[in-house]
């Protein structure tokens, strides 16, 4: 099963869709325009079902083959939101606000997965039902989570459900896929480190919270150094150092300092926060003051199943000719949430020698659109295939 000619019959269309969100972006749950755009053109499309304000404004379509022998019914999932980057991509269709773009190509996701939805409601040639699912929220605001407890898996017994990303660097068209762990769980943390403020040139009148900050930063490098198994991975970022003064010859009463930890495993994680709240506590009183650690939780590990990830791979190298082993990615995905509703599978389609994404140079390639469109498609003919 190649690339369908379906597909690039309507490539010229389908990146129409494309540049029109990419022009349009919007943050977060702030979808309101996409997701309209989106469930208008399910309408047009000929769905059985079309449902809006799905975890706030998160879209669902339902198509239903031509039979339904088997009960099955398999999830598409397809994000929509933009990132607060302000774009350079100096484009005819560049983003028409001012900080905001689609700088992570979920504008192609959206379109891709739009374009797969017309042609499985054109044919329906499949035994079963397919529910489409166009999140909001997945930059940080966990549309996926609000979605599921939505009772999103429930309401259309969704039994399995599938979901791509493009990846810069990888040949256009090209697919890559890992089962188990593959993105990582991110986390967040704040820690407020207080001392004894004063004058710069009285040092020893003071709990000089500066320096109790700059070691506690070196010592939670350690986490990943000497705590971790040097198997396991775990990254431990400090990315702002703040003081409470901002005078040359003031030392300050207190440092705030956030950052992120990524991890592949849930002991992992646990081990991760516990180190950070040790380590702060125990430098901030090696120097005779206090520390305020607030950690939060954010995305769970990303996890592929493994049946369903060997079907994602067969079919994308029908598409493509062959499929990579991806490497582990210690960015964030919050389709780990559906994930742990139901088994599935996320795969990796090459968006070609382009920026990174969440970067204000990058776009996604619309010669990626066939080939993920007919990946979404392969996986609903060969799961159901027609009675």
């Keep these: 099963m190649p690339v369908k000619n379906r597909f690039a019959e309507m490539q010229d269309e389908i990146t129409a869709w494309r540049r029109d969100i990419h022009e349009n972006p919007e943050i977060l749950f702030e979808t309101h325009r996409t997701s309209a755009l989106v469930a208008d053109k399910l309408k047009t499309f000929g769905c059985d079902e079309v449902v809006t304000g799905i975890g706030r404004t998160g879209v669902v379509g339902v198509i239903k083959g031509k039979t339904d022998t088997q009960g099955k019914v398999i999830g598409l999932r397809a994000d929509m939101d933009a990132l607060p980057i302000h774009e350079a991509t100096g484009l005819d269709y560049a983003s028409k606000t001012d900080g905001a773009m689609h700088a992570c190509g979920h504008d192609g996701h959206t379109a891709m997965l739009l374009g797969a939805t017309k042609y499985l409601a054109e044919t329906r040639n499949f035994d079963g039902t397919v529910v489409v699912i166009f999140q909001p929220a997945e930059e940080g605001g966990g549309g996926g989570r609000e979605m599921c407890e939505d009772g999103m898996m429930e309401r259309w017994g969704i039994q399995e459900v599938y979901g791509m990303h493009n990846w810069p660097g990888q040949p256009v068209g090209s697919f890559a896929i890992r089962p188990g762990a593959f993105f990582a769980a991110t986390?967040?943390?704040?820690?407020?480190?207080?001392?004894?403020?004063?004058?710069?040139?009285?040092?020893?009148?003071?709990?000089d919270t500066t320096v109790m900050a700059s070691h506690a930063v070196l010592a939670l490098q350690t986490i990943a150094s000497r705590n971790a198994d040097p198997v396991d991975q775990v990254?431990?970022?400090?990315?702002?150092?703040?003081?409470?003064?901002?005078?040359?010859?003031?030392?300050?009463?207190?440092?705030y300092l956030r950052g992120t930890v990524r991890t592949m495993s849930a002991a992992m994680r646990d081990l991760a926060e516990q180190r950070i709240k040790e380590i702060c506590t125990g430098v901030a009183a090696t120097f005779g003051g206090q520390a305020e650690v607030a950690y939060y939780r954010g995305y769970p590990v990303m996890v592929n199943h493994d049946e369903q990830t060997a079907f994602a791979a067969d079919v994308a190298r029908q598409v493509a000719g062959a499929c990579e082993d991806a490497p582990l990615v210690m960015g964030g995905e919050d389709f780990a949430f559906m994930l742990e509703e139901r088994p599935g599978a996320?795969?990796?389609?090459g968006n070609g020698d382009t920026a990174p994404v969440h970067h204000p140079e990058y776009n996604f390639n619309d010669e990626t659109i066939p080939a993920g469109c007919s990946w979404w498609a392969g996986i609903v003919e060969q799961r159901m295939p027609a009675a």
């Excluded at 943390?189 to 020893?204: E, N, S, V, W």
């Excluded at 996320?346 to 389609?349: A, F, N, P, R």
Aim: proline share 4%; no cysteine; net charge negative.
């Design 187 to 207: 986390d967040q943390f704040d820690i407020t480190l207080k001392g004894r403020g004063g004058h710069a040139a009285k040092p020893h009148e003071t709990v």
């Design 235 to 255: 990254v431990v970022s400090v990315t702002s150092f703040e003081t409470s003064s901002k005078a040359f010859n003031v030392i300050p009463q207190e440092v």
């Design 346 to 349: 996320y795969i990796l389609v």
